[in-house]
């Protein structure tokens, strides 16, 4: 029904509209992904609560809900905003690929709580360990590309898609399980693996580890060949059952 909203929300994107206002995408934990529009806030009194409405800042919002496809914003205060990330120009694009995979995946108001949690969390994080210039890029490569890779295989998990990896995508079989194949939706044995490409056993064990540990807990570890597979492995379960292309995991330094 129309009428007043008041939620916690994820800024995934905000862009200018006309000459004062803007159009936001939200990630709310009971209504999913939502367009807004905040009115005036590029203009006089108003421009002072624009900076709340930044993306990847974490907000309590203060919406309507009219008969159009947008909400209108009418109050915003900052839950966190995660103010360290915007002097790493690293931990900021990677905070820019966290935001882009949960909006294109998550693109409905369909309620996705745990979804929202994870995105704060991973904001969090990338916040935690974000230091000036690209110190931490430089430093932990390898780190933070697993973390990345571990929150999209929690973000496949949560929309259905997590690979299957306790025997053959194709036929079942338990053992031998040599490659990884996008259409087959999981890992396959010798016998199946026409079309699949090698996955190693330590990329193997990421996968299993990164789906298997609560959001809480750090990623899991693996040099930097293993994650080139892991990246391949959810880039082409995306391709084939989400008919989705998102933007590499990682950033580089």
């Known amino acids: 029904m129309p009428g007043?909203?008041?939620?916690?929300?994820v800024v995934l994107r905000s862009m200018r509209f006309g000459e004062a206002d803007r159009i936001l995408h939200l990630y709310t934990?009971?209504?999913?992904r939502v367009g807004a529009i905040a009115k005036g806030v590029r203009r006089g009194a108003q421009a002072a609560s624009a900076g709340r409405l930044e993306p990847f800042f974490r907000i309590q919002a203060e919406l309507h809900e009219g008969r159009g496809e947008l909400l209108t914003v009418t109050g915003a205060q900052t839950v966190d905003p995660h103010g360290r990330l915007r002097g790493d120009a690293h931990a900021s694009r990677c905070?820019?690929?966290a935001c882009d995979a949960v909006g294109r995946l998550f693109e409905t108001n369909e309620p996705h709580p745990g979804v929202f949690n994870l995105l704060c969390r991973q904001l969090g994080l990338l916040d935690a360990?974000?230091?000036?210039?690209?110190?931490?890029?430089?430093r932990e490569g390898a780190a933070g590309r697993g973390g990345s890779l571990s929150f999209r295989l929690k973000l496949l998990l949560a929309a259905g898609l997590a690979p299957q990896l306790g025997a053959c995508a194709s036929c079942g079989e338990p053992e031998h399980l040599v490659g990884f194949s996008g259409a087959a939706g999981g890992v396959v044995c010798a016998a199946c693996e026409a079309g699949s490409f090698p996955l190693g056993a330590e990329a193997y064990d990421f996968m299993t580890e990164a789906?298997?540990?609560?959001a809480s807990h750090e990623a899991p570890q693996a040099g930097e060949p293993a994650l080139g597979q892991v990246e391949r492995a959810v880039a082409t379960t995306l391709e084939h059952h989400a008919h989705l292309r998102l933007m590499p995991a990682f950033a580089a330094a």
């Not at 934990?29 to 999913?32: L, M, N, Y």
């Not at 360990?129 to 430089?138: H, I, K, L, S, T």
């Open 4 to 9: 007043p909203v008041k939620t916690e929300a």
């Open 29 to 32: 934990p009971a209504r999913g």
């Open 95 to 97: 905070r820019a690929r």
């Open 129 to 138: 360990q974000a230091g000036p210039g690209d110190e931490v890029g430089r």
């Open 211 to 214: 789906l298997g540990r609560p």
